[in-house]
């Protein structure tokens, strides 16, 4: 009798999960920008790296969970098997209703906190206040601008992926440069390379 597949173990079948999970992630958001219904410059941040990233890790696991089985099998172990969940037991009927209400509860938790998450990052008080902390001048003169209703987003970050992309990018040197304390001063445009002055 031949040994079951090497990919038949924990890590390999929860990374074909995963997998799969960020796959069908990816396409609903593609789906639903292609139709308007997600907007804003921070939602890229979850369809085309958030999603892409869960599906790649959980590609990783399969090859690493089929290493460890290979491993463990030449160690002389048996291959794994499936544990036995009894349903017809009422402790584990219980323990598998709760497990599966404290799961559905424990996603809606998370999709709202990103919800909230995302509309905080968009917010003009996020980039002038906690992100960008050395440009205190331009956001106080923004606010009393006649734009002050812009967001920020709206003109700091390109439309689709690609200028979020850029974005975060030049967001994670700035902030290299913010912890260093190695920006100009005052702050200069990115464009004309002029002062920003209030």
């Not at 995963?18 to 069908?24: F, H, P, Y």
């Not at 599966?100 to 003009?124: C, K, P, R």
């Amino acid at each position: 009798m031949n040994e079951p597949s090497l990919s038949r173990n924990p890590t390999s079948i929860a990374g074909a999960a995963i997998t799969t999970a960020g796959a069908v992630a990816f396409i609903v958001y593609v789906l639903f920008e292609t139709f308007g219904w997600v907007t804003g410059a921070y939602s890229a941040l979850f369809g085309y790296l958030v999603a892409p990233a869960i599906f790649v890790f959980g590609l990783l696991l399969i090859p690493l969970g089929m290493w460890r089985e290979g491993r463990r099998r030449k160690r002389g172990r048996l291959p794994w098997s499936w544990p036995v969940i009894d349903i017809g037991r009422k402790r584990t009927r219980q323990i598998v209703g709760a497990v599966v209400v404290l799961t559905i509860i424990n996603l809606g938790l998370v999709a709202l906190a990103s919800v909230g998450v995302v509309h905080y990052t968009e917010s003009n008080q996020f980039c002038g206040q906690v992100c960008h902390t050395p440009m205190t001048p331009q956001f106080t003169a923004h606010a009393a601008s006649p734009h002050s209703r812009v967001n920020c987003v709206s003109c700091h970050v390109g439309p689709g992926a690609s200028g979020f992309v850029r974005a975060k990018m030049n967001g994670t040197r700035q902030m290299y440069e913010a912890l260093r304390g190695t920006f100009s001063r005052p702050i200069r445009s990115s464009t004309t390379e002029a002062p920003i002055r209030p």
